[in-house]
């Protein structure tokens, strides 16, 4: 069975072929956004895939939610399905993004930088 490897966690799994990224980071406890429940229409689910090794082709709906995106790897997990092996960049949440910028400035006040 193939591996998926997702980054930043550095999680693996083995999955089946023909999964998609998005119910192989739910097996492995990747966090990804999603709330549509995985019927691409809500395009919050996008993971990057460098190369684009290890998963199937775009498909043409895909190409055309995502545009120029596709261009620098990015894909619908819940579109993308396992191929082979697999690396996953899965981009931070937003809400995390905003409270890890929030403690960081209090912190650099709090320490007079």
């Known amino acids: 069975m193939p591996q998926v490897h997702f980054m930043p966690d550095d999680k693996r ?42 998963v199937t082709p775009l498909a043409r709906n895909e190409k055309l939610k995502l545009g120029s995106l596709t261009d620098e790897g990015y894909r619908l997990a819940c579109q993308a399905r396992v191929a082979g092996a697999a690396v996953v960049q899965v981009p931070e949440d937003p809400l995390k993004a905003a409270v890890r910028a929030q403690l960081q400035k209090q912190r650099e006040e709090r320490d007079g930088l």
């Not at 192989?24 to 229409?41: E, L, M, N, Q």
């Not at 996008?46 to 190369?51: A, I, L, S």
């Open 13 to 54: 799994i083995d999955v089946r072929p023909g999964t998609t990224l998005l119910d192989a980071g739910r097996k492995a406890g990747v966090p990804i956004r999603t709330r549509c429940g995985g019927r691409a229409a809500c395009l919050m689910c996008k993971v990057r895939v460098p190369g684009g090794e290890g």
